[in-house]
């Protein structure tokens, strides 16, 4: 798995925190075992480096955490009805419901 692969999968717990934010992207680090884990959190030039520049780089966030609420779905057991993971999906969500208009607003002003 690349650096930015990594880093990316570690911000996805800081939405709750922080937000669809290039500030959680950045802290990313700070969750890194040790020895890798680095005392202060990327610099903008280093997230622009790794995830985009500007509003991309929050994109690049929204769909890893997308992503990895479709695996969340995805561990229902086999035999779940649609209901089932349907409610695993609103679950999910249910910690960063409060952010989710920026989901909308970053993906209806930045195609």
């Known amino acids: ?17 922080h937000g669809f934010t290039r ?6 680090v700070l969750d890194l075992p ?6 202060q959190p990327l610099s903008d030039t280093a997230v622009s480096a790794l995830f985009g520049s ?3 780089a929050r994109k690049t966030l929204i769909r890893a955490w997308l992503d990895d609420g479709i695996r969340h779905m995805q561990s229902r057991p086999a035999r779940s009805t649609l209901r089932d993971v349907l409610r695993a ?23």
Do not use: F, K, Q, W
């Not at 500030?23 to 990313?28: D, I, K, N, T, V």
């Not at 040790?34 to 005392?39: D, N």
């Not at 249910?94 to 920026?102: A, S």
């Open 89 to 111: 999906r609103l679950e999910y969500n249910e910690p960063v419901l409060h952010h989710l208009p920026e989901v909308n607003c970053i993906s209806a002003y930045n195609h």
């Open 54 to 56: 500007g509003d991309l």
């Open 23 to 28: 500030e959680a992207l950045a802290r990313s």
């Open 34 to 39: 040790s020895p890798e884990a680095h005392s």
């Open 1 to 17: 798995m690349s650096r930015a692969s990594r880093l990316l999968r570690l911000s996805v717990p800081l939405v709750r925190t």
